[in-house]
């Protein structure tokens, strides 16, 4: 799937494969991999936040809440 993904990036544009530029559809991958930190494994916020470069927990939180209204604690809690 993802050799066909890039064919068709050639061909046609990210933004026409996709349905979205670029920058949003990395957002919204990220948002999904630190989702998946935040309920599948006990690492920190702190360290959440560093290993998806993100400035600060504080950050954190604000990305959070805006992809999912939720802090990143609500968010680990839920998964309880």
Same mark, same amino acid.
Request: charged share 25%; hydrophobic share 30%; aromatic share 12%.
């Given at each position: ?24 559809w990395?957002?919204?991958r ?21 290993? @998806? ?5 504080? @950050? ?21």
């Open positions: 799937p993802l050799r066909r993904q890039r064919q068709m990036c050639k061909e046609t544009g990210f933004k026409e494969t996709f349905d979205m530029p670029a920058h949003k990395i957002a919204q990220k948002s999904e991999f630190i989702y998946r930190d935040l309920i599948a494994s006990s690492k920190s916020f702190a360290d959440i936040a560093m290993q @998806y470069n993100l400035s600060s927990q504080a @950050y954190l939180s604000t990305f959070c809440k805006r992809f999912y209204e939720k802090t990143p604690q609500e968010i680990r809690n839920s998964s309880l």
